[in-house]
């Protein structure tokens, strides 16, 4: 089982952007369809963003449409969150998950189908 580890967070102002990774600890991302979540306080997680192992498909919610992008660099071996025009809501701690799935194509959008996450990074958008 892959583990993951997120990095990148901080404090951003509003209208700002930024980027977080996600990297393997140990093994490849090979195979791994990949997903972003954030969780605010005593909350849920909420989906994020995902992508398909392929890396050709990707699937983002409609909170964060148009000013986040997902994306993996399989030279890197790392999966990228790129997060534009941030606002005070997108304060949260985000999270990576891996799923381990034959198909190529495939994204996944509820946290229960991912099997291995990340700690978390927080993101801090002040006003």
């Known amino acids: 089982q892959v583990h993951v580890v997120e990095s990148g967070g901080g404090l951003v102002q509003a209208g700002g952007s930024l980027r977080v990774s996600c990297e393997p600890s140990r093994r490849t991302f090979s195979r791994y369809a990949m997903g972003w979540f954030r969780q605010y306080p005593g909350k849920e997680r909420e989906f994020v963003a995902a992508i398909s192992w392929s890396g050709d498909n990707t699937h983002i919610a409609d909170s964060v449409k148009g000013r986040f992008t997902i994306s993996r660099d399989v030279a890197k071996n790392t999966v990228y969150l790129q997060m534009d025009s941030l606002k005070p809501e997108d304060t949260a701690a985000y999270y990576c998950?891996?799923?381990?799935?034959?198909?190529?194509?495939?994204?996944?959008?509820?946290?229960?189908?991912?099997?291995?996450w990340g700690r978390g990074t927080q993101v801090t958008v002040s006003s």
């Open positions: 998950a891996a799923k381990l799935t034959p198909y190529s194509g495939r994204y996944y959008s509820t946290a229960e189908e991912y099997t291995a």
